[in-house]
């Protein structure tokens, strides 16, 4: 792996249910999950990887699944097109 996208869970929530793995009445722990991510992060700069850091927009709390923004080949982007209204917002974020 030579590159990535991470977006920092800095309002990462889970709000509403639009997959069978999420539960609104399952809120995730939010210092946990920003270690978690820390963790990760850390571990691919000693790994020599090249991090792009997206900064989480407004009222999008799942933005920081950033493998769903796209599609990169060699050097092209192709965006996502969500179907769940909820997640619609982020796909100008990740343009």
């Known amino acids: 792996m ?3 996208l991470m977006c920092r869970p800095t309002a990462f ?3 509403y249910a639009i997959n069978p793995w999420m539960e609104v009445n399952n809120k995730p722990n939010k210092t ?3 270690k978690q991510w820390q963790n ?6 000693k790994l020599g990887v090249k991090i ?10 799942d933005m ?4 769903n923004a796209g599609v ?3 050097n092209t ?9 909820e997640r619609k917002p982020e796909e100008v974020l990740f343009q």
Do not use: C, H, M, W
């Not at 792009?52 to 709390?61: A, C, D, F, H, S």
């Not at 982007?77 to 209204?85: E, L, T, V, Y």
């Open 32 to 34: 946990l999950a920003l």
């Open 13 to 15: 929530d889970v709000v």
């Open 72 to 74: 990169v080949r060699e």
């Open 2 to 4: 030579k590159e990535v």
């Open 64 to 67: 920081v699944f950033t493998a």
């Open 40 to 45: 990760l992060y850390d571990t691919y700069q």
């Open 52 to 61: 792009n850091l997206i900064e989480q927009g407004e009222n999008v709390p």
């Open 77 to 85: 982007f192709i965006a996502s097109n969500f179907r769940p209204a």
